[in-house]
């Protein structure tokens, strides 16, 4: 959560440089831990704002996301006892 508190590394960029730039940052770190969206990749801006699709990705690797997800919520949990 330590990441939520720094400052916004996208700021000065447009916003359509923003989502372009939060893609590769979200794409390199699931890489990191096995998991590839093949669709992932900066969107046209809405309201000024950066923009990511997320894309399509299979049911089988969602189900495996939101296991290694879960897994790690439980750890942290587990930790703060």
């Keep these: 959560m330590g ?8 700021s000065g960029d ?8 939060a893609a590769e940052e ?3 770190a699931l890489a990191a831990v096995g998991f590839v969206f093949p669709s992932l990749r900066g969107g ?5 704002r ?3 699709e ?3 990705i299979s049911a089988s690797e969602v189900f495996r ?7 790690r919520t439980e750890m942290r949990r587990g930790r703060a006892r």
């Design 3 to 10: 990441a939520m508190n720094q400052k916004d590394p996208s």
């Design 14 to 21: 447009s916003a359509l440089a923003q989502g372009q730039r």
């Design 26 to 28: 979200l794409a390199s």
């Design 44 to 48: 046209y801006p809405v309201l000024e």
């Design 50 to 52: 950066g923009r990511v």
């Design 54 to 56: 997320l894309g399509g």
């Design 65 to 71: 996301l939101a296991a290694w997800i879960r897994e």
